[in-house]
């Protein structure tokens, strides 16, 4: 017979270890709900939201792709395919550098910059109400040592 923990178990580790891991745990719930609300809402995901917004705050509203990569957490193919899906959505498009015909950019589009200033205001309040009611949505994460877990990386960041 097999049972499954009620809650879930920290990994064998030390205290950064384990505190990392609370806090990997909770940005990956974070991450989803806001993913699945964002498609939902604004049939956008996550990562493409993310990559708009670094597109619109950069000089000239524009990055080079395998810049783009690095600041949404992705490697330079599936950074090509997700430029590739905001094309298609009409959000941005690709450039491709004058001064040597290889760097490849990602450059925001007008419709990428309306569907941000649509969607900032309340993506903000979905993270506020995801931060201070956790147990609400997230009832399989113990948002104390959650929490604890966060002061413990902070902590090593700041030493």
Not at 11 to 16: Q, T
Not at 85 to 103: F, H, N, P, Q, S
Not at 129 to 143: C, G, I, N, Q, V
Request: with cysteine; hydrophobic share 40%; aromatic share 6%.
């Amino acid at each position: 017979m097999c049972s499954q923990p009620s809650t879930p178990v920290p990994p064998l580790g030390g205290e950064a270890s384990v505190a990392w891991s609370r806090v990997a745990v909770f940005a990956s719930a974070m991450d989803a709900n806001l993913d699945a609300w964002l498609a939902d809402t604004y049939r956008i995901g996550l990562t493409e939201f993310r990559a708009l917004g670094f597109l619109s705050q950069s000089p000239d509203k524009e990055l080079r792709v395998n810049d783009l990569a690095q600041r949404v957490g992705l490697n330079p193919s599936s950074a090509t395919r997700l430029v590739s899906r905001l094309e298609t959505k009409g959000l941005a498009r690709r450039d491709v550098c004058e001064d040597d015909g290889r760097g490849v950019y990602a450059v925001i589009d007008e419709p990428g910059e309306a569907l941000l200033r649509e969607v900032r205001e309340p993506y903000e309040a979905r993270i506020r109400e995801l931060l201070s009611r956790p147990a609400a949505h997230f009832p399989h994460l113990d948002a104390e040592p959650t929490a604890a877990a966060l002061a413990t990386v902070e902590s090593l960041l700041t030493s």
